[in-house]
Structure formats: structure tokens, C-alpha cells
């Protein structure tokens, strides 16, 4: 399988911050690569696929970046909504894989 | 879409979990892939599985022995039968909806339901 390791596990951030979440494949995945936002409680949100594309309805504060092996999801300005546990998510290479999750708190 | 994971919470060690996921706004009858994904307490998110419409599935090796998928077109929904589990099988579990047009690629995603092993 292919391992998704994810940085820093917890981000302390503030409204209006630009927050940077890292995520790096064993392997290259090409661009197959997603992100998501988990809230406690709550179903898992698809915000980012095929590495960069914006998922519809999602807000354009969000974006993704990267190919091969190392991705980045940037929040341009962190809003009270964003704190959340964010995922990423290989879908090149049977079987699908997920990072541990990077919690983005207060 | 919507989708909505049912069943027993809680299971005792060596016995079957089996979870029901009903989904709404999308159908049955048009080709795509079913998913189940769990996480265990303070752990990340596990894909376990996936089934087509035509009931073809794919599932973890880790879990492949013991794992089985199902989809009842009738009822618009799918099932997972998970036997002889552990604590380590504690989780939340998840359904989700694979895009139809990338596979893996999950797009929309049921709340979750808890389910604890424990005697």
C-alpha cells in the first residue's frame, strides 16, 4: 500500500491566518489526490480532487498544489468554519489510501 | 445525495458486524462504486471496501477474509458484513459514494455510526 503522511498533526491558527497542510505519498499518485475537512459528528467533506481542483461549492479560500509525491492544501485566510480535521487521500493505486489527518485548532 | 449507515452498535468479540447503508437522491441503476471506510478512536480514516452496482467489490487485503459487500438495488442501498471482529474493529464506520468518473475518488459520505466490540 501506499503511505500518506500528513504535516504537522495539529496546526494552531487564528481568523485570517494563511494555513499551509503538507502531505507526502511513499510513491508517486500523479495528481490522483484528494483532500478533505472532517468535523466531529459530521459526514467527511470532499473539498479537493485530482491534486488541485476545486470541489463545487467550495469555498475559493481553499486550494491544493502538487504532483508525483508532495502536496499542499493552502486556506488563504482561515474563517471560523475552517477548524477542522483536514485528510488526504490517494486514489491512484489499488488500495486506496488516507493520511492520519492534520487538526487545525484554535 | 444523501447517505445514512444503520445497524447494531454494539457487537460482541467474535461475532459479525453488519451495517446497512440507505442512500438517497441518486440510484442504483446507473453504474458506480459503493464504499465503506472506517476510524478507529484516535486513529486516521481505513478504506475497507468497495461494490458496484453489478456487485462486483474490491476489498482491503487487510480486512479481505473477512469482509463481504452487498448491494439490494430494490431498496436503493448497500451493505458490509464484517465476521469474527475484535476490539481492534471498533470505529466509526462511514459509507460513501465513489465518483462515477474516478475511482477512489469519494464525493459524498454518510455521518457515520459508531460501533463498539465489547462483551
Known amino acids: 500500500d501506499i503511505q500518506m503522511t500528513q504535516s504537522p498533526s495539529t496546526l494552531s491558527a487564528s481568523v485570517g491566518d494563511r494555513v499551509t497542510i503538507t502531505c507526502r505519498a511513499s510513491q508517486s499518485i500523479s495528481s490522483r489526490l484528494a483532500w478533505y475537512q472532517h468535523k466531529p459528528g459530521k459526514a467527511p467533506k470532499l473539498l479537493i480532487y485530482d491534486a488541485s481542483s476545486l470541489e463545487s461549492g467550495v469555498p475559493s479560500r481553499f486550494s491544493g498544489s502538487g504532483s508525483g509525491t508532495d502536496f499542499t492544501l493552502t486556506i488563504s485566510s482561515l474563517q471560523p468554519d475552517d477548524f477542522a480535521t483536514y485528510y488526504c487521500?490517494?486514489?491512484?493505486?489499488?488500495?486506496?489510501?488516507f493520511g492520519q489527518g492534520t487538526k487545525v485548532e484554535i | 445525495v444523501q447517505l445514512h449507515e444503520s445497524g447494531p452498535r454494539l457487537v460482541k468479540p467474535s461475532g459479525t458486524l453488519s451495517l446497512t447503508c440507505a442512500v438517497s437522491g441518486d440510484s442504483f441503476s446507473s453504474p458506480k462504486w459503493w464504499s465503506w471506510v472506517r476510524q478507529s478512536p484516535g486513529k486516521g480514516l481505513e478504506w475497507i471496501g468497495e461494490i458496484y452496482h453489478s456487485r462486483s467489490a474490491n476489498y482491503n487485503p487487510s480486512l479481505k477474509t473477512r469482509v463481504t459487500m452487498s448491494v439490494d438495488k430494490s431498496k436503493n442501498q448497500f451493505s458490509l458484513r464484517l465476521t469474527s471482529v475484535t476490539a481492534a474493529d471498533t470505529a466509526v464506520y462511514y459509507c460513501a459514494r465513489v465518483r462515477a468518473s474516478a475511482a477512489g475518488l469519494f464525493d459524498s459520505w454518510g455521518q457515520g455510526i459508531l460501533v463498539t466490540v465489547s462483551s
Open positions: 487521500q490517494q486514489y491512484n493505486n489499488f488500495s486506496w489510501t
